[in-house]
């Protein structure tokens, strides 16, 4: 805040689009230097924002490097009592006795101490799932939270005692790089959203932005969500014609619609 204080500021007029407004504000370093830009997408139907951050070297040497960026430093004040209500992601755990959490258990964290949510081995839904709510009880209000990222990512919850808030601030840890001349990089979109209610509301909340905003239509309309089997969870690399076979029989007899073949229809294990 107090670098981009002392930078060139400019804002361009909002552009109208169907169902959203597209804000963005560009600070320039100098004519040939770093240019940050912020891009904010405000939703007309939903109470929701989607925004992310664009940097660009203007300049024809390599700029200083970046590090620390977030994609979001947020205070929460009236924040508590809050509940950080989250998901592990799909590739933890087992259905054998790993001593894993399970894939996709929902769990909840007191803010009243930090907290850290993260993905693991750069696959962005690995550990924790990209999406939580912050609950606020008393107020019977909350506010939810996805980050757009293919990637590694985490996101910190610290209590700020002295002003009863929550500070969230969500990035790609270990971030320090120096872009090269007229190179450019963004930083994970992140969505905020307001829901009044319980978790409930807000996990509902959360599903109709995604399902109205980010779903693609399939013959001109939003498809229902699709229900698919598929081998690898269950069965590894233990699979055969025969059994394949049985399985699709087995699946299409409960009208799933897609039936997956992952990983492991090689020979030779997992090379």
């Known amino acids: 805040e107090t670098l981009l204080k002392n930078w060139t500021r400019t804002v361009k007029p909002p552009v109208e689009i169907k169902n959203s407004r597209i ?10 230097g770093l240019a940050a830009t912020w891009r904010a997408e405000v939703f007309k139907d939903r109470q929701a924002v989607e925004f992310r951050w664009f940097f660009e070297n ?14 979001l430093d947020l205070l929460v004040s009236d924040a508590r009592p809050t509940r950080l209500i989250r998901s592990t992601g799909g590739l933890t755990g087992s259905s054998e006795s790993t001593g894993e959490r399970p894939g996709f258990l929902v769990s909840e964290a007191n803010l009243m101490s930090a907290q850290t949510m993260s ?27 996805g980050i757009g990222w293919s990637g590694q990512w985490q996101a910190d919850f610290r209590p700020e005692t002295g ?37 409930w509301d807000g ?23 699709p229900v698919s089997w598929n ?19 087995a699946a299409a007899g409960l009208g799933l619609e897609y039936f997956c073949i992952d990983a492991g229809w090689f020979e030779g294990g997992f090379p």
């Open 119 to 145: 993905a693991a081995g750069g696959r962005s839904s690995n550990r924790d799932l990209p999406f939580f709510l912050l609950q606020n009880d008393a107020a019977k209000r909350g506010l939810l939270v």
């Open 203 to 225: 996990s509902n909340a959360l599903r109709g932005i995604l399902y109205d905003h980010y779903v693609a239509l399939l013959g001109n309309q939003k498809p229902l969500p």
């Open 231 to 249: 081998h690898w969870f269950t069965f590894d690399n233990r699979i055969s014609e025969e059994m394949l076979k049985q399985q699709m029989d």
């Open 58 to 71: 203007r300049g024809k040497t390599p700029a200083q490097p970046l590090t620390e960026v977030y994609a």
């Open 163 to 199: 002003l009863g808030a929550v500070r969230i601030t969500i990035g790609m840890p270990g971030m320090n790089l120096a872009l090269p001349a007229g190179e450019k990089i963004f930083s994970p979109s992140v969505l905020l959203g307001l829901y009044q209610g319980d978790s």
């Open 23 to 32: 804000h963005e504000i560009t600070w320039v370093e100098s004519p040939e």
